[in-house]
Nanobody, 125 residues
Framework: VQLQASGGGLVQPGASLRLSCAAS????????VGWFRQAPGKERDLVAA????????KYADSVKGRFTISRDNAKNTVYLQMNSLAPEDTAIYYC???????????????????WGQGTQVTVSS
């Protein structure tokens, strides 16, 4: 599975951005797709994740109510709609995908063997 992330940029506080993660290859084997982010000097953490075939989602507490993850299976694409962006959302955002096995919690990066390149999101006035 190959993942291509896009949609990052420089925005002002309060603005919105939508990130896209296009998957190709053996997408029929996917179980979950997630967005992680890594700010300078910090660890890479889960932002949001969505099951590939069910409506199940998971969000980091810091983005609940502001970010929405969705997918379009016909396009093999997962989106991250980010609203009310704040400077603390500045980070490199990565999309990642995992199959049913090995199983594990969605906030564990080891659960995701497939990773796209990062896309920079900068929130600054």
């Amino acid at each position: 599975v190959q993942l291509q992330a896009s949609g990052g940029g420089l925005v002002q506080p309060g603005a919105s951005l939508r990130l896209s993660c296009a998957a190709s290859g053996r997408t029929s084997e996917l179980f979950v797709v997630g967005w992680f982010r890594q700010a300078p000097g910090k660890e890479r953490d889960l932002v949001a994740a969505i099951a590939w075939y069910t409506p199940t989602t998971k969000y980091a507490d810091s983005v609940k109510g502001r970010f929405t993850i969705s997918r379009d299976n016909a396009k093999n694409t997962v989106y991250l709609q980010m609203n009310s962006l704040a400077p603390e959302d500045t980070a490199i955002y990565y999309c990642a995908a995992g199959e049913r096995y090995p199983a594990g919690p969605w906030d564990d990066q080891r659960r995701f063997p497939y990773w796209g390149q990062g896309t920079q999101v900068t929130v600054s006035s």
